[in-house]
């Protein structure tokens, strides 16, 4: 399956290319126009309306020649002028989706944003304990010494920070896959980024872009999601978690209003859908019928 399956998502288009396109298609409509003028006139002479037009009549093979090299020259039109309405209709696909995907980045980073500002809102706020009564240092002293009797938000200890441990690429694999099958999505997203940076040649690598892709599908991210899916699907062809990874683009491209390529998707997974379980093909056929594929 090409990359040109989402293009999407995450690929600028060069300044001035559709209309320099266009520009190119209104010509050969032009030639295309001229040659048929040429080709009436050619046909009027054959059937003996020289004497309406004023030409000077000639030889019947030159007509048939000249009138088979200008079906020639049409039909060469013809076909130029599909090939750049094709191309055209090509970029103005990728242009939409582009569009889509810069959306969705906008109303991610809108989303990013009012949680932050919640959280920040909801923070608790330390209380002070500093009016203790005259004649009671005692008590105040003992206040004083234990201020997580009166706010017990702060001794909630602080998440660990993540970081790979020291051992071999199998082990810190492990360590990154432990937070994924705990449901921890953040940090298990956070440590199979780092465990692809220090181990970028490990056979581990094709199933750390799976996770990835899918923790981006989870939270919504489709542009991410479909570039980390198209990297495992592209470059580990034999890859295990393949089939599952062309059901997930699949669903992903659904979402960013691009039902054509998840049938091209769905497609490439029904060639290799012998290494699929019951349940994913389930999956597949619902994800087909919600494209509308045929």
Not at 119 to 135: D, I, L, V
Not at 258 to 278: Q, T
Request: net charge neutral; proline share 4%; with cysteine.
């Amino acid at each position: 399956m090409k990359k040109a399956i989402f293009i999407t998502l995450f690929l600028a288009m060069a300044a001035g290319t559709v209309p320099a396109g266009a520009q190119s298609r209104a010509e050969l409509a032009l030639k295309v126009e001229r040659l048929e003028r040429e080709m009436i006139a050619l046909e009027n002479r054959l059937r003996g309306g020289q004497a309406n037009t004023g030409a000077v009549p000639m030889q019947g093979g030159a007509d048939n020649a000249a009138l088979a090299d200008m079906v020639a020259k049409m039909g060469t039109m013809e076909r130029q002028m599909r090939m750049f309405t094709g191309k055209i209709e090509e970029l103005e696909h990728r242009l939409r989706q582009q569009d889509q995907a810069m959306e969705m980045l906008r109303k991610e980073l809108d989303l990013q944003r009012q949680e932050a500002a919640q959280a920040q809102a909801s923070r608790p706020q330390q209380n002070m304990n500093t009016n203790a009564p005259a004649g009671n240092t005692a008590a105040a002293n003992n206040n004083a010494a234990a201020p997580a009797a009166e706010t017990p938000a702060a001794t909630t200890p602080a998440k660990p920070a993540i970081e790979l441990p020291a051992g071999d690429a199998a082990e810190q694999y492990r360590y990154a896959f432990e937070f994924i099958r705990q449901n921890d999505l953040d940090s298990g997203f956070t440590a199979m980024e780092m465990f692809l940076k220090a181990n970028p040649g490990d056979e581990r690598v094709g199933s750390a872009k799976f996770w990835l892709g899918r923790i981006h599908l989870l939270k919504g991210r489709m542009p991410q999601a479909a570039q980390q899916l198209l990297a495992l699907i592209e470059e580990h062809p034999n890859h295990e978690k393949r089939v599952d990874a062309l059901v997930d683009l699949a669903d992903v491209l659904i979402a960013l209003d691009s039902a054509p390529d998840a049938c091209n998707a769905l497609a490439e997974f029904r060639r290799s859908e012998a290494k699929a379980n019951d349940r994913l093909k389930a999956r597949a056929a619902r994800t087909a019928e919600k494209a509308g594929c045929s």
